[in-house]
């Protein structure tokens, strides 16, 4: 199975694994290379082990992020959901 982060990024295969020695939102607390992350915060603070479970998904800020980079999340979340 993936090591998926919470908004359904697969840590395994996400460049900044190796590029910035990122261990994973989940590994490291939602504090990443680029400072704290908002979506970790947000699942964290409802008790979510990932966005997936949130009654609001997929949320405006989920799909803002999604739109940007790794589009892949959202339907990784789903493919998780159906499991």
């Known amino acids: 199975m993936a090591n998926y982060s ?3 990024i697969d840590c395994d295969s996400c460049k900044y694994k190796e590029e910035q020695n990122c261990g994973g939102c989940k590994n490291i607390k939602g504090t990443v290379f680029w400072g704290d992350c908002d979506l ?14 949130c009654d609001s998904f ?3 800020m989920l799909k803002e992020w999604a739109l940007k980079d790794n589009p892949e999340r959202i339907d990784n979340l789903k493919t998780i959901m159906e499991k």
């Open 6 to 8: 919470v908004c359904g």
């Open 40 to 53: 970790y915060a947000c699942c964290d603070g409802k008790q979510n082990e990932h966005c997936g479970q």
């Open 58 to 60: 997929p949320c405006n």
